[in-house]
């Protein structure tokens, strides 16, 4: 029971209620919140920055949705399969097909919006090759759709005036009677305490990058929706599967990390490795043989025509190619500066690469010096994307906590143990609406005030406080980057079990330093206190990832095992669901995968 | 390793002063990497905005060297050996703490846009449209909103009581993107004028010098704007035909 102290200080906190409560305002959030305040309840967002900067503006490629209008060939049962097999048959089914049914409205429903994507020659929405899609799929604007989606939401939520908290970030989420009444927050600008009541709460946080080293997430990416959730009670699940998206930048270091899109390869760029060679050719899975072409000549053919050919193994799902390109650094095949080439240079004119790659162009010529039209790019495998999350029910992205939903990179089951590169924007908008549809429906049907315990919030703000009391102690950058170090050279692309064990042990110190972190200055936009608040976040879903990829001993998608090199079919057959206990102490259950209609099924028989 | 003196600008609202640090950069490193590395070992509540670190977020605006820039797009080897770099937070916004600015007036002017209003889809459920009309819009929709054209544009930097009755260049483009964009059914003509302010500008180009993304504001927005502007409100022929119209 709350004291009388901490049952006013909880009352002197700014307050605001509402029916529906969205955290984070990047795709998903964005979509969630539209639709809530679409249908009429009370709706905010909060955002860690300001409205328009989230992660989702980086998204370059495109965004996966079988509208056929490059190839009539195509439809949704397609995109399912294609999906199911990116995620190494890992995926939720279920949430699978809702996405391929579904993102096709809901890319037409963002040009109803605003969206100005790229058009075919008749006018209609032109559609782009992306690895593992086995048709020309993704509607795209150049290389920056990402940047269009986040405008076009925005713009969408404030023409009907949904109420954005910006510069916000939430470190705690409250309940009563088990279920989610409210979320505890400061205010970057102050540092001072905000709290929101809600009958509900979206979660649609993004991912966790920012607890590995070379990563091409910003600094907000730090799976913050997975630790609050985790707290409050909610399983995560899938936390082993963490992508490295093949291609991010090597040089020079301070960019190294930074994303070059799937979309050089989807207009012809081809990867060689240090002696000029197409290697790509040399790691084709079995999985993918039938598919993929074996000779240059076929996979230069495939560009211009699909149905003749076979496609190039520079488009195998992003966990072959990752892998693949660790391998040949490994070998001593390299480029000069630990990466491998990619080249589109030499085999597209300068017009065309500048007029379908704007972005890329523009990245190299001013951080590297390196023009894409003369040179070939340098590039290795950089920390991109988490395929786990929250555990959520396919249909309404309900969470295991009454009242507390996620939606897009925050939720697990979509893409398995790997995503296929464009279907993470499509992701976002499917489930960010259904989000927002089902979050409506549970505040509409909740009944009672929501209560909000005083002390819970007292003694979440005497926490988060801590640092400014202490003197002379840890300092949180040095903890972060000791973090990311640990878990980028142990938790990595390539794993096994001693390295994973000495992870968690790094984490568990790491978990006790941080309790004695000293930060200088006052509450007022500080970002040593708001790394500080950030790192709790980091850790737990570090030791979430580290522990899931102890359990799997297997490799599948985005989790590779040296000591266990090969999928197991035991494995193929279970998600790994993540819990915390009240004492803190986290574990791993193998649950049976969801099973498949026999009607799906048959899709895989071809 | 070369070692660099970077002149930090630190204060609040009620002031502040420029301060030195002496710090170590590596080749290829940007302005935004040294700020970071004087916030991890000198200085851990140094505020400052950023997010993608990669020109895409348009958060880290400042002015180096008395310039509107980003951040993380200004390479340390653009400086000399020896030459003093002095980073400071935007002028045109009121300061929050030492690089961050309040921007809430950009998100006050965004509110009192006109919506995008689309007509109908065509028979077979699509919007058709040429490539070549989507690009004038896609140059403006490449913005970032950084607000480097808005710190720079003198209609607000120098004068604050311009601010109520000025949209300025970022919003002068969204007005142009929605004005030219092939489904849209809104006339925002007489708002761009009487509200947004564009009259203002004389066109000095500053905005579109500092642009990140290269978007030629002037030229391509603000001057087509002003023109639709003019045809609307000062077209001889439309203008008696108001009248007539009015009297009858």
Redesign the interface.
């Known amino acids: 029971m709350a004291t009388d102290a901490q049952t006013n200080m909880a009352a002197e906190i700014e307050t605001h209620e509402l029916d529906v409560l969205v955290i984070g305002a990047g795709g998903a959030g964005l979509r969630a919140a539209v639709e809530a305040h679409g249908r009429g309840v009370k709706t905010g967002v909060v955002c860690k ?7 989702t ?2 998204a370059e490629g495109g965004m996966a949705a079988a509208l056929r209008n490059v190839y009539p060939e195509d439809n949704w049962q397609v995109h399912f399969r294609d999906t199911m097999r990116g995620g190494k048959m890992l995926n939720n089914w279920r949430m699978a097909q809702i996405h391929a049914q579904e993102a096709p409205d809901r890319v ?1 429903e963002l ?4 969206a ?4 075919t ?4 929405i ?1 559609q782009r090759d992306f690895g593992g899609h086995r048709y020309a799929r993704l509607a795209h ?2 290389d ?1 759709t990402g ?2 989606l986040i ?1 076009t939401l925005q ?2 939520s ?2 009907r005036g949904v109420e954005v908290y ?1 510069e916000c970030t939430i470190f705690q989420l409250l309940t009563s009677d088990g279920k989610v009444s409210g979320a505890l927050g400061y205010w970057r ?1 102050t540092g001072r305490f905000v709290l929101f009541k809600a009958k509900a709460i979206v979660i649609a946080t993004g991912g966790s990058g920012r607890c590995f080293k070379i990563t091409s997430n ?3 990416c730090t799976g913050d929706g997975h630790a609050l959730a985790l707290r409050a009670g909610a399983d995560l699940m899938d936390m082993e599967f963490f992508q490295f998206h093949p291609t991010g930048m090597v ?5 190294r990390g ?2 070059v899109t799937e979309g050089v390869r989807g207009d012809g760029g081809t990867l060689r490795n240090g002696t000029g060679h197409r290697f790509m050719f040399d790691y084709i899975p079995a999985m993918f043989q039938a598919e993929t072409a074996d000779t240059e000549e076929e996979a230069d053919a495939w560009y211009d025509d699909h149905a003749g050919n076979r496609r190039t193994p520079d488009l195998l799902p992003r966990d072959e190619v990752a892998r693949s390109i660790n391998s040949e650094v490994k070998a001593g095949r390299g480029s000069p500066h630990g990466g491998v080439f990619l080249d589109i240079a030499s085999r597209r004119s300068a017009d065309y690469i500048r007029r379908r790659l ?2 890329m162009y ?2 190299f010529m ?3 010096g390196v023009d894409i039209t003369k040179d070939p790019m340098e590039v290795a495998p950089t920390a991109h994307y988490m395929m786990g999350g929250i555990r959520v029910d396919a249909d309404s992205t309900a969470a295991t906590v009454p009242g507390l939903f996620a939606a897009g990179e925050a939720a697990a089951g979509l893409h398995g143990s790997n995503r296929l590169g464009g279907n993470s924007l499509s992701d976002l908008v499917v489930f960010g609406r259904r989000a927002g549809v089902a979050a409506t429906e549970y505040a509409e049907g909740r009944e009672g005030a929501v209560a909000v315990d005083g002390g819970d919030v007292a003694e979440a703000c005497a926490q988060a406080l801590s640092a400014f009391e202490r003197e002379e102690g840890e ?4 903890l972060h ?1 000791e973090l990311q170090e640990a878990m980028h050279s142990l938790v990595g692309i390539i794993r096994t079990q001693s390295e994973i064990d000495q992870a968690i042990d790094k984490i568990g110190e790491l978990k006790e330093r941080s309790g004695n972190i000293s ?4 509450r ?6 708001n790394l500080t608040m950030d790192l709790v976040s980091m850790l737990t879903v570090s030791e979430a990832i580290a522990r899931s990829a102890l359990a799997r001993r297997e490799s599948r998608g985005g989790h590779t095992r040296d000591d266990f090199p090969g999928p197991d079919p035991g494995f193929g057959k279970i998600n790994h669901v993540v819990r915390r206990a009240d004492d803190g102490t986290i574990s791993v259950t193998p649950e049976p995968l969801p099973e498949m209609p026999a009607e799906l099924r048959a899709l895989f028989d071809e | 390793m070369t070692d660099v003196t970077m002149r930090v600008w630190r204060g ?1 609202a009620d002031g502040g002063d420029f301060r030195p640090y002496k710090i170590s950069t ?5 302005v935004l ?1 040294v700020i970071h590395r004087i ?3 000198q ?17 880290c605006s400042a002015e180096i060297n008395g310039k509107p820039r980003l951040m993380c ?1 200004t ?1 340390m080897s653009s400086f000399e050996e020896g030459q003093a770099i002095t980073v400071a937070p935007m002028r045109t916004f009121p300061i ?3 690089l ?1 600015t ?2 809430s007036f950009n ?1 006050e002017v ?2 009192r ?1 006109p ?2 209003k ?1 007509k109908p ?1 065509e028979a077979d ?7 070549i009309d ?1 690009e004038r ?2 140059e403006f ?2 913005c ?2 950084c607000y480097l054209c808005q710190d720079v544009c003198h209609v607000i930097r120098d004068h604050e009581e311009n601010k109520p009755q000025y949209a300025g260049p970022r919003f002068f483009l969204r007005y142009a993107e ?1 004005e030219m ?1 092939p ?2 059914t809104n006339d925002r003509r007489t708002i761009v004028r009487e509200q947004a302010g564009v009259g203002l500008c004389n066109i000095t180009k500053c905005c579109t010098d500092v642009c990140p993304e290269h978007i030629k504001i002037t030229d391509n927005a603000i001057i087509p704007l002003k023109e639709r502007v003019v045809d609307r409100h000062y077209d001889p022929v439309a203008w008696l035909g108001r009248k007539i119209r009015r009297r009858s």
């Not at chain 1, 930060?519 to 006052?522: A, L, R, S, T, Y």
């Not at chain 1, 007022?524 to 206190?529: I, L, M, Q, S």
């Open positions: 920055s300001l409205l328009g900067k989230a992660h503006v980086m037409n040009e109803d919006w605003g100005l994507f790229d058009r020659p008749d006018g209609r032109l604007v150049g920056r940047l269009e405008r713009q969408r404030v023409a910006m600008e910003s600094w907000e040089w020079p270091l301070s960019v930074l994303l704007p972005s523009h990245q001013e951080l590297a300092n949180p950058y040095t980057r930060v200088e200055g006052n007022a936009y500080n970002p040593g206190w | 609040d590596e080749g290829g490193e940007v990497d916030q991890a070992e200085s851990g509540d140094l505020a400052v905005r950023w997010n993608c670190k990669a020109g895409k977020c348009g958060s797009m390479k929050i703490r030492d961050v309040d921007v998100f965004a509110k846009v919506a995008f689309p889809r459920g699509t919007h058709r449209m040429a490539q989507v819009g896609q929709r490449k970032i909103e929605l964009h489904l849209d």
